[in-house]
Nanobody, 124 residues
């Protein structure tokens, strides 16, 4: 049974940092591309960063470039998202996802497995 479990979300103030984790089980993520998406109420899930299997490539949108950093540890089957200089506009539920082709697609259709998400709330 494949499971992706996000953790590390919470309530922070603008300018603070958070580190999210995505722990995988039942899935050898070392052969998967991994991505992070976020979603606000009433809106679609939006891609913002992904990393390939050996960390040699990333795909990051301008909305978070320079503030958010994706990384992975294949030995522990975990993907991380370091979020710095958080803004109220970053408030969302954050999801990790696994892509068996490692294409780092910026769309939800490019991913095969999903976690249930973790809430990040940034107050002004």
């Amino acid at each position: 049974q494949v499971q992706l479990v996000e953790s590390g979300g919470g309530l922070v103030q603008a300018g603070d940092s958070l580190r999210l984790s995505c722990a995988a089980s039942g899935l050898p993520i070392m052969v998967y591309g991994m991505g992070w998406f976020r979603q606000t109420p009433g809106n679609e899930r939006v891609f913002f960063t992904a990393i390939n299997w050996n960390s040699s490539r990333t795909n990051t949108t301008d909305s978070v470039k320079g503030r958010f950093i994706i990384s992975r540890d294949n030995a522990t089957n975990t993907v991380y998202l370091q979020m710095n200089s958080l803004e109220p506009e970053d408030t969302a539920v954050y999801f990790c996802a696994a892509d068996r082709f490692g294409a780092l697609e910026p769309t939800t259709q490019g991913y095969d497995y999903w976690g249930l998400g973790t809430q990040v709330t940034v107050s002004s």
